[in-house]
């Protein structure tokens, strides 16, 4: 049973509203982030065993040499892009619980603190940018660790090959 997409979509829209232009903005980083891992995904798993199998099979050193650093810079690829974004998230989650805590404060000083209930509220909807930067933070963190390290070993692999190259010259 598919949930109900119009109820999924007003619970989408309450939280874009309640998080304020902030979230929109994670929204956003998320999509390019999400996107960039998932690219990286599809290369190692799609692109850079045939990339692989050609220093394999190359005719010469100078060969090997040229394919080894192309299969190197492809590797590296968009990682450095992609710890970048991941940095980004908490920050810009931060800077929306600070701007709904202005907000928040500018109510309070207009209408008073006497309603603990809308202050507790006001300071729920002011920390969603945060929670929502620290989730996408942690999720990209997590993945981005699992592909560096396959990265690296796909390197160390290259660097064999290389000395069985030299071994034979």
Known sequence: MLPDTQFMQLILEEFFQAGGPVLLVLAGLALLLWTLLLERCWFLVRSFPQML????????????????CAANVALQTSLAMIKTLIA??????????????IQLFDVLALRGAANPRLMAAGVAQATLPTMAGMVLAVSGLLFYGRLKRYSQQQWQRLNILSNNWRSRC
């Open 53 to 68: 199998r050609d220093c394999q099979t190359a005719t010469s050193y100078g060969s090997f040499l040229q394919q080894k």
């Open 88 to 101: 980004l998230c908490p920050l810009l989650g931060l800077l929306g619980t600070v701007v709904g805590m």
